[in-house]
Every structure is written in structure tokens, then in C-alpha cells.
């Protein structure tokens, strides 16, 4: 007899998000792993598929079993997989490609840049995702991560953002004389200065990023001065600015230069705010996706001005391929050596699935809060 496991599920056509009975999953074929899912994020965007913005169910079922943000550990193997382990701890990633011959993106692995927009996404568009208990899916989707993260390796999707950010940050600039003297000894930024919009787990992690490369970091955000995440950012070398006591152009004026800006907050208003001061030769990183609110003014005479004189760049950027993902969890390790602790306060805390409805439909609270399949944890 077929087992079954719980899952945690939007069903749109009804309006509801539910805790449902799937039936364990087999391998399919012989590629595939079996993962037991420990840890599962709760994010942004898992908040808007339950608020029916977002997300499309497989094509034949009524509901989505949603979760995106995953770490799972195998327990077994399909025939055909040869590098892997029973007992490695993986992280699966979000994407799979689209099935259209002509999309170069997607027959070179790199779905994350697919032209067709026809991919899938686990936990988002039209796959089931990874807040349940079992899960199977092609070895070559799978992210292996050194046990000793295993507390903070739910925090390795959310950190892809980041790093892909800063894999096509390097290979852009490249345009110009912009690698900093002395890189390897004072970390490859050391020379330049980031600012990072909003304090939320993609905007935090991205920090950590930066910091660690050397760049003089600096968080604007909507919390006050004396909040605790002021205190997590310049426990890690960064500077905090509060939005509730500084404008943009205050913020430039403490910066300088700003040569680096990333958005991690959704908010379209603040972010062509924060445009409005790029510095020269400055490189803009789009990350969040506003809803709809409506047009708002923006100085778009200042801004092409600004683009054009100053060589900026604007770079919208979504999802993830292997190379953020190896760079996400090899960076997860460089964190917590350089800064014991800091990384695991970003996790709020672990909840049992039961606290699901609470955590996706409730007031968002903390950081980085994590539905936990593993009894042990
Ligand atoms: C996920 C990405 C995904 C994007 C758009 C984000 O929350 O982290 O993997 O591509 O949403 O659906």
C-alpha cells in the first residue's frame, strides 16, 4: 500500500492554503534521488502565492504544494547516480528548463536565463514544491552542502540571489579599469562601496556577501537605528542607515560614491529613489517583484542624464544557476568563520508544518522563519 505525507498547499481556485495528503513519492527514473526534507523557508514570495498573486499548480492538478527555499537529505538513489551519497545533504534548485529546442539558455543548463519563459519552477509555477516530507527530482538538480552548515544551509537559495548578482557584477565591470589594487590580500570589492536596500534575508545575506568581499557596505533600510538588524549589520563590518531618519540623497552624501547598489525589498518607489543617486560608473541590481501598484513619478530626464554621463548599468536579475548555488554555499561557510553566530540569527525560527498558516498568512515577522520536517533538528 502507497503511503501518504503531508504537504503544505494553495489551491487557487478555492482560495484556500491547506495541509494536504500526497502519496510518498518513488524514483521515476534511474537519475532520480529521494530527499527527506528537513528545513523549508518561508519567503516573499511564498506569501504572495498564498495571497493568490503568484504561483500556478502542475498542469492537471488543482493545488500547488508550494516551498522553494529547501534542504533535504538523500535516502535514495536511483542507479544512474554515481555522485552522490545516501546521507548527503542537498539543496535542490528552483528552476527546471523549459522543453524548446531553440532555447540556448535552457539546453545549456542555464534555465535561470531561459528565453521562452516556458520553465518550471518548484514551489512557484507549475511544479510541486518542497514543503512536504518526501521528494524526488534529477540528480543534477541537487546542491550538495558540507554537514557542519547543516543549521544554516536553508539560507543557501535565498543567498543565490546575491551571488548571481555578483557573478555577472564582475564579468560587467569588466568593461572598465574597475578591479581593485591589491584585491587578493583586501578582498576583491575593497576599493568600492555597496549599498543594499532593505534588511530582509535576501537583502542581509547579500550584505554578508559584500562585506566579506571587502566592499564598504551599507544597509538602508526602514528599521530604526537601535533595531536589532542595525546591530547584526555592523556586527559584520557594515554600516546600517535608517530610511526612517535619512533620505537618499543623506545617504549618498554619508556614502560617496555609490558603485554598487542592490535591491532587495520588491519596493519600485525607494528603488528609483536610490537610482536617482547611483554613482558613476555604478552598477544597479534589481532583485524583488513589486506588484502591481500603479504608475508613480519618476524624473526620467534625470535618470537617462545619469545613465548615460555617468556609464551606469541597471541589472535586473531572477533565480539561479549551479555557479550562484556552489558560491552560495561555499560563502554560507566563509560567514560563519568570519563572523561566528551573525548568519544564524538570520533564522527567527523552526516551526512544525501545523504552524504553516501562521507563518504564510500572518503578520511577517523576523527574518528568515523555517518549516521543519526533521524531528531531530
Ligand atoms: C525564487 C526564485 C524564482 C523567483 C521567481 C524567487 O522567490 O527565489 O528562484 O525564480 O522567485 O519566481
Same mark, same amino acid.
Given at each position: ?11 487557487? !481556485? ?13 524514483? *521515476?527514473g ?6 527527506r526534507?528537513?528545513?523549508v523557508?518561508v ?10 498573486e ?6 492537471? &492538478? ?5 516551498? +522553494? ?10 542507479p ?22 531553440h532555447?540556448?539558455?535552457?539546453r545549456?543548463?542555464?534555465?535561470? $536565463? ?5 520553465i ?16 524526488? *527530482?534529477? =540528480?543534477r ?6 554537514k557542519?552548515?547543516?543549521? @544554516? ?7 543565490t540571489?546575491?551571488?548571481?548578482g555578483?557573478?555577472?557584477?564582475? &564579468? ?17 570589492? +575593497? ?6 536596500l %532593505? ?10 556577501? $559584500? /562585506? ?11 528599521? #530604526?537605528?537601535? +533595531?536589532?538588524?542595525? !546591530? ?5 563590518g557594515a ?14 552624501d ?9 535591491? /532587495? ?7 528609483f529613489?536610490?537610482l536617482?543617486?547611483? %554613482?558613476?560608473n555604478?552598477? $544597479? ?7 502591481h501598484?500603479?504608475?508613480? #513619478?519618476?524624473?526620467t ?6 545613465? @548615460? ?8 536579475t531572477?533565480?539561479?544557476g549551479? *555557479?550562484?548555488f556552489e558560491?552560495a554555499?561555499r *560563502?554560507?561557510? @566563509? ?6 553566530? =551573525? @548568519? ?7 516551526f512544525?508544518?501545523? !504552524?504553516?498558516?501562521?507563518?504564510l498568512?500572518g503578520? #511577517?515577522?523576523?527574518v528568515k522563519?523555517v518549516?521543519t520536517?526533521?524531528?531531530?533538528a
Amino acid at each position: 500500500m502507497s503511503q501518504s505525507m503531508r504537504a503544505v498547499a494553495v489551491v487557487p !481556485g478555492t482560495h484556500e492554503v491547506r495541509l494536504v495528503k500526497e502519496t510518498v513519492p518513488g524514483l *521515476d527514473g534511474p537519475s532520480d534521488v529521494k530527499l527527506r526534507i528537513l528545513d523549508v523557508g518561508v519567503c516573499g514570495t511564498d506569501r504572495e502565492i498564498c495571497a493568490f498573486e503568484y504561483g500556478t499548480p502542475p498542469s492537471g &492538478s488543482e493545488h500547488l504544494v508550494i516551498g +522553494h527555499e529547501s534542504l533535504g537529505e538523500i535516502v535514495e538513489l536511483g542507479p544512474g547516480v554515481s555522485d552522490l551519497r545516501l546521507g548527503d545533504l542537498v539543496v535542490p534548485m528552483v528552476r527546471r528548463p523549459c522543453r524548446h529546442d531553440h532555447c540556448r539558455s535552457c539546453r545549456a543548463g542555464r534555465q535561470d $536565463f531561459c528565453f521562452t519563459g516556458d520553465i518550471r519552477e518548484r514551489g512557484i509555477k507549475e511544479a510541486h514544491g518542497f514543503m512536504t516530507e518526501f521528494v524526488v *527530482d534529477d =540528480a543534477r538538480f541537487m546542491n550538495v552542502v558540507p554537514k557542519d552548515l547543516r543549521s @544554516v544551509a536553508v539560507l543557501v537559495e535565498p543567498l543565490t540571489i546575491a551571488e548571481k548578482g555578483l557573478l555577472q557584477l564582475w &564579468s560587467l565591470q569588466e568593461r572598465l579599469p574597475w578591479a581593485c589594487p591589491h584585491s587578493a590580500k583586501e578582498g576583491r570589492g +575593497h576599493c568600492h562601496r555597496a549599498v543594499v536596500l %532593505g534588511a530582509g534575508p535576501v537583502g542581509l545575506l547579500g550584505a554578508m556577501a $559584500f /562585506a566579506a568581499l571587502g566592499f564598504d557596505t551599507f544597509v538602508y533600510s526602514a528599521e #530604526p537605528d537601535d +533595531h536589532w538588524k542595525a !546591530g547584526l549589520v555592523r556586527s559584520i563590518g557594515a554600516h546600517f542607515v535608517s530610511a526612517l531618519t535619512h533620505s537618499v540623497d543623506q545617504l549618498r552624501d554619508q556614502v560617496g560614491n555609490i558603485d554598487l547598489a542592490y535591491e /532587495a525589498t520588491g519596493n519600485s518607489r525607494v528603488t528609483f529613489d536610490l537610482l536617482r543617486v547611483l %554613482g558613476t560608473n555604478g552598477i $544597479f541590481i534589481m532583485t524583488g517583484v513589486p506588484g502591481h501598484r500603479g504608475p508613480a #513619478p519618476v524624473d526620467t530626464d534625470g535618470l537617462m542624464r545619469n545613465m @548615460v554621463l555617468k556609464n551606469q548599468i541597471i541589472l535586473g536579475t531572477v533565480n539561479a544557476g549551479r *555557479d550562484a548555488f556552489e558560491a552560495a554555499i561555499r *560563502d554560507l561557510g @566563509v560567514f560563519t568563520k568570519l563572523w561566528p553566530g =551573525a @548568519v544564524g540569527k538570520l533564522i527567527t525560527g523552526r516551526f512544525p508544518v501545523e !504552524g504553516h498558516r501562521e507563518l504564510l498568512l500572518g503578520k #511577517p515577522s523576523g527574518v528568515k522563519n523555517v518549516i521543519t520536517f526533521d524531528s531531530v533538528a
